[in-house]
């Protein structure tokens, strides 16, 4: 949106487009209203929400681009008695648009999607933003004089030149101790996130209204950035309305969870309804199966007769994640895949890794080893994805650096819950590096902006009882919304993904249940043996013991797994071994990408703590992996955003 009426709007939307046209495939549509200074466009690979957009109501009231998709389209236009709406058109931007303006944010809060829009609503000269729940499609946004920039990409942002390089300190503390970004920060100083369930309205004359949350996680609230001013005392927001108004409709339903048995049923006949949503009238439709239990569950409770699945899975050779998955495939009749990470990924690695930071903008810490997959997807004609991301609310054992170990079990105050967050969230970057790795002030401030974005999230979900479920709550709000998110980006550029884990009923009861219920296999175990029992028998390539085995058979399984892997037997390799490549096969393109002039001088790093890092991981002093990644992946995204403003 330009106030000032100083830009050629149809130029600079079509350089905003332009990072995001991965492919010559994609369709692009854009709109320009001179009048008002607002351009609008949308980049779509064209197989869900079909239709052309700009969509309109019939009163020409609202106008607005949608990226995403809303599940259950019929019954929405049901309820707001939209009988001529019509699902063969796929006009699902004009459903948006129609129940927006019918009931405003209650309609929001009764959409199941994953979906981010931009509407014009003419008669108050106002640009409003909307997104799902959980916030699944980044939208970046900056503001600058006499204008508001966003975009599904950094990138885009940052085609305006106007809108500041500086990098953002209290992103990079947030990315270089923790792994991923949180709340609303980039790597750049200007640029900010969406947060989820958000509904932003933004004046025509450039006068900015504060972000407000239609709806929260568990009745979670979450400060937003820039655009929300000091509010006076005493005063409520509509967030905190809304969330009042959740608690109560869940205190009428019985004030959650109590008894373990009524919980497991509760929560599978919710995470039925959610695979339901997200696989209901689908064709060109795919699952990333491995041998854990998340895909695995998905698998079971789809009903075959009635819907057609292609299921993949990427795995070292001869692995147990190929042979689990080829099995539990094989059990339900479904044509599968096992793809090999092989000698070439390591070839093509810095390629691999260029592509990546490319799709994510340099805002996510990847191995990368799903990029070699990608094109598998339109090799056999997958156009709509299934993830098992989120299915570790249900087992938060195996929850990436959030893991629950038995230090975490004996929290009881909210200062050893901090204690143990921020030690175990650094575990796996900063830790070990004996001399400082940044420049000044960035160094001098790291640790205490870090300390203080983890206290910041902490504060948010303070009301949540006992303190270990906040581990939960954090994990949807923070690592999910900043990092899952942007795996996703991955995978959009060409496939629509779709995660029946990260469904607000089903997250609102997981959140709900008891924390001993979530701590191994108990609730895929009771999924599993209701829905399709002979998958219980299938090897969990996690544990290397059938599902629902004993402590003690798990134990010994993955003591077995363990040392068969130090033996080098075939088949029981780690999942990937990216430590060991960066030291052997990899270690002339971490030097060629972080001793290089223009990362020894970017400004951010000490030239001697890039030397030392390196020299700690290659002589295997530290196991340094995720640093060495984050270094990387940051050096190649500030280049990528560079080029971008030029």
């Known amino acids: 949106m330009d106030t000032n009426r100083s830009l050629d709007l149809s130029a600079a939307l079509a350089r905003m487009v332009r990072p995001m046209q991965h492919h010559d495939w994609y369709r692009t549509e854009q709109h320009v209203n001179l009048e008002v200074g607002l351009a609008l466009g949308r980049v779509t690979l064209g197989f869900v929400n079909r239709a052309v957009q700009p969509a309109r109501t019939a009163d020409g009231r609202l106008t607005g681009v949608m990226d995403g998709e ?41 959409v199941y999607g994953s979906f981010a829009a931009a509407i014009w609503d003419a008669p108050r000269r106002c640009l409003i933003l909307v997104n799902d729940r959980f916030g699944t499609r980044p939208v970046y946004y900056a503001a600058v004089p006499g204008r508001f920039v966003l975009g599904s990409s950094l990138r885009s942002v940052m085609t305006d030149e106007a809108v500041s390089r500086q990098p953002g300190a209290t992103g990079l503390a947030q990315f270089f101790t923790f792994g991923h970004y949180l709340r609303d920060e980039t790597s750049v100083e200007a640029v900010r996130v969406l947060p989820a369930a958000a509904h932003v309205a933004i004046s025509a004359d450039g006068l900015m209204c504060r972000v407000e949350r239609y709806a929260s996680v568990g009745g979670i609230g979450e400060e937003s950035g820039d655009l929300r001013p000091a509010r006076s005392a005493g005063s409520e927001t509509r967030d905190e309305r809304s969330i009042r108004a959740e608690r109560g409709t869940r205190a009428e339903r019985g004030g959650g969870l109590v008894d373990g048995g009524s919980a497991l049923s509760q929560i599978d006949e919710a995470f039925v309804r959610a695979v339901d949503r997200r696989v209901a009238g689908t064709e060109h439709l795919g699952l990333s199966l491995s041998g854990g239990l998340d895909a695995r569950s998905i698998l079971a409770v789809i009903d075959h007769s009635q819907i057609a699945l292609q299921t993949v899975c990427l795995g070292m050779p001869g692995s147990l994640d190929h042979r689990s998955s080829a099995q539990l495939a094989a059990l339900v009749g479904c044509p599968h895949r096992n793809h090999v990470l092989g000698g070439g990924f390591l070839a093509n690695f810095r390629q691999h890794l260029e592509d990546m930071v490319r799709l994510t903008d340099g805002q996510y810490l990847s191995q990368c080893i799903v990029m070699p997959t990608l094109p598998l997807y339109r090799e056999l004609g997958i156009q709509v994805l299934l993830r098992g991301h989120a299915g570790e609310l249900m087992h938060m054992t195996k929850a990436y650096n959030y893991s629950l170990d038995r230090q975490a079990l004996e929290i009881r105050t909210d200062a050893q819950l901090e204690e143990w967050l921020f030690g175990r969230l650094q575990a796996y970057m900063l830790r070990g590096v004996d001399r400082p790795l940044f420049r000044g002030e960035l160094q001098r401030d790291m640790a205490g902006l870090a300390r203080e974005s983890l206290r910041q999230d902490l504060q948010d979900v303070a009301a949540i009882q006992p303190p270990l479920q906040r581990l939960w709550a954090l994990f949807v709000t923070q690592r999910l919304r900043r990092e899952t998110v942007l795996s996703m980006v991955k995978f959009r550029s060409v496939v629509e993904p779709r995660l029946p884990y990260l469904d607000h009923e089903l997250v609102e009861l997981l959140l709900a249940a008891p924390p001993q219920m979530k701590l191994a296999e108990e609730i895929q175990a009771y999924i599993l043996g209701k829905r399709r029992p002979s998958f219980l028998g299938v090897v969990n390539a996690n544990t290397g013991a059938r599902v629902g085995a004993s402590p003690l058979a798990r134990r010994a399984a993955s003591l077995r797994m363990r040392v068969l892997a130090k033996l080098g037997v075939p088949g029981y390799q780690p999942y990937e071994r990216l430590g060991l490549w960066l030291r052997r096969e990899l270690a002339p393109t971490v030097r060629d990408i972080l001793l290089d002039e223009q990362t020894l001088d970017n400004g951010v790093y000490d030239p001697d703590g890039v030397r030392r890092v390196i020299q700690l991981h290659m002589q295997n002093q530290q196991n340094l992996t995720y640093l060495l990644m984050a270094m990387m992946i940051y050096e190649l995204g500030r280049r990528q955003l560079l080029v971008a403003s030029c």
């Open 70 to 110: 809303l599940y259950e389209p019929e019954r929405l236009a049901a309820g707001l008695g939209l009988a001529s709406w019509d699902a063969n058109q796929d006009n699902q931007a004009a459903l948006l648009l129609g129940g927006y303006q019918a009931a405003g944010e209650d309609f929001l809060r009764d």
